[in-house]
């Protein structure tokens, strides 16, 4: 069995989104295959944005953050679910993993870029949902902000494989769609993939 962290990155906390559905959808999957579940939402997380080179690589890591962390480096295998917003992942997610993915934490400065990950041994999924089809975002788009994030960020701090789901059209996704996605979910929650 593995140790999963879901982390919820749908900025509003005020209302129930597809997001919020699909990693409660995951969870559940996971957790009847008997796999450990950790979560974090973080819209419900208060933490600063960082504002420096300096403040990120040896500022007072925040104890939202420091926990998160922890999390993070409990876990094997990590969901990120998160709205596409003006191309890419909202601010909010950006901010947090600014924060979170440090250096010394998620990787060092000593060892250069090639050899300096220190979150390796974790898998990683991305479910992106987006008003657009999903074949427009990777056609037009060219997915480009997926493959930043799995290059630039969780690829150079280890995590592999990192696979991802995009769910488009989710404006005018009808109940039957919606309900595919969800079990789709659960399938991937219990299968810790």
Excluded at 92 to 121: D, H, I
Aim: contains cysteine.
């Amino acid at each position: 069995m593995s140790r999963i962290l879901i982390v919820q990155g749908h900025p509003d906390a005020g209302e129930h989104h597809l997001c919020h559905a699909l990693a409660d959808a995951y969870a559940t999957g996971a957790a009847g295959a008997g796999h450990a579940v950790a979560r974090l939402d973080l819209a419900r997380i208060d933490f600063p944005l960082l504002r420096s080179q300096k403040e990120q690589e040896s500022g007072v890591v925040p104890a939202a953050i420091s926990a998160a962390q922890a999390e993070i480096r409990a876990a094997e295998h990590v969901v990120l679910v998160f709205p596409l917003w003006l191309g890419g992942m909202p601010a909010l997610v950006k901010a947090f993993f600014e924060q979170a993915l440090r250096p010394g934490f998620a990787y060092s400065t000593e060892l250069g870029p090639l050899k300096g990950a220190l979150l390796k041994g974790r898998s990683l999924r991305i479910v992106i949902t987006m008003g657009m089809p999903a074949w427009f975002y990777r056609l037009v788009y060219g997915a480009h902000s997926l493959k930043a994030m799995k290059v630039g960020m969780f690829g150079f701090v280890g995590f592999k494989p990192i696979r991802a789901s995009l769910i488009g059209n989710v404006a005018g996704k009808d109940g039957r769609g919606r309900e595919k996605w969800l079990a789709r979910m659960k399938e991937l929650g219990a299968a810790a993939a």
